[in-house]
């Protein structure tokens, strides 16, 4: 196949692209290269894949994107990946979020469009469409919030309620996604996207929480927990994600037009505290936190229910959070080097 990913040098797209690159399919990353690690991620793309082709252009200026259309021709599938990722910086800066989220998608969309192809087209959402769920029961149990009445997690029947720029920005941008496919025909597909985490994930303190503690824990850098620490989420390694990407090719044609909660599920949950257990255990040194207070919308629980996934995509994770973690952890305790200046 003739594969298309924009934000393809980034910490989902770079490993999506060498996730089709070993099957031996051509692929293409279209890039502005602006977010930190994208440099190495696509020298690492370059070094040790043959048949990629890197296009550096920005999905915010649509003649850009149209351009690869024409210049190419055909793609069999495309994978919108390009975005802007946090809530902080969404409020700090809604026009530039809007721009990259809801406009860059739109662009896409009508490139796809207008190129008369018909590529299957996977949008990279998040759970953050479905806002703040404060009418949701939350109980502690031990050292871990849950929710009392969700014991598999959330569905895709539940209400959106998009919060913060970043959940507006990206929410739109996922119907846009879903309606292409019921107005125009377009081969669509929604992943409403828990935590991912991984190797080649350069985190930060505002986004990308497991490999931001894991890098600062390895580089000694001191570690602030907003709130206490009990928040949970699902998390999904990046391995099961990029299976659940080929698994949405391979079923398009029943699942055109869908949206699908892809995260760990209640199978798979980490708190903020277990992960630095986890941490602590693989570094063999006590880590020192900083507690603050809660950062606005920070849910307590996030937990999605993937049995919508399970059930239409065959597909469910195979990775466990500690598994995962370890893994993680020696990426980043090999590539200390990429981390200098952090």
Known sequence: MRILITGGAGFIGANTAARFLKEGHRVYVFDNLSRRGTKWNLKWLQDNYKGLKFIKGDIRRYSEIKN??????????????????????????????????????????????????????????????????????????????????????????????????????????????????????????????SCIYGYRQFGIEDQGWVA????????????????????????????????????????????????????????????????????????GKKIPLKFSGWRPGDQPVFVCDIKKAKRVLGWEPKTRPVEGVKKLYEWVKQNKGLFKGL
């Open 212 to 283: 931001w503690f894991t890098i600062a824990a390895a580089l000694n850098k001191p570690i602030t927990i907003y709130g206490d620490g009990m928040q949970v989420r699902d998390v999904l390694f990046i391995d099961d994600l990029t299976d659940a990407y080929a698994a949405a090719l391979k079923n398009i044609k029943k699942v055109s037009g869908m949206a699908f909660n892809i995260g760990g599920g209640a199978k798979n949950t980490m708190s903020l505290l277990e992960l630095i257990a986890f941490l602590e255990k693989f570094f």
């Open 68 to 193: 690869v259309f024409i210049k190419e021709k055909k793609f069999d599938a495309v994978f919108h990946l390009a975005a802007q990722v946090a809530v902080t910086t969404s409020v700090t800066d809604p026009r530039e979020d809007f721009d990259i989220n809801a406009l860059g998608t739109f662009n896409l969309l009508e490139a796809v469009r207008e190129s008369k192809t018909n590529p299957v087209v996977v949008y990279s959402s998040t759970n953050k469409v479905y806002g703040g769920m404060t009418d949701i029961k939350i109980v502690k149990k031990g050292k871990k919030y849950a929710y009392r009445d969700y014991p598999s997690g959330i569905t895709e029947e539940r209400i959106l309620d998009f919060h913060s720029p970043y959940g507006c920005s990206k929410g739109a941008a996922d119907q846009y996604v879903i309606d292409y496919a019921r107005i125009y025909g377009m081969r669509t597909v929604v992943f409403r996207q």
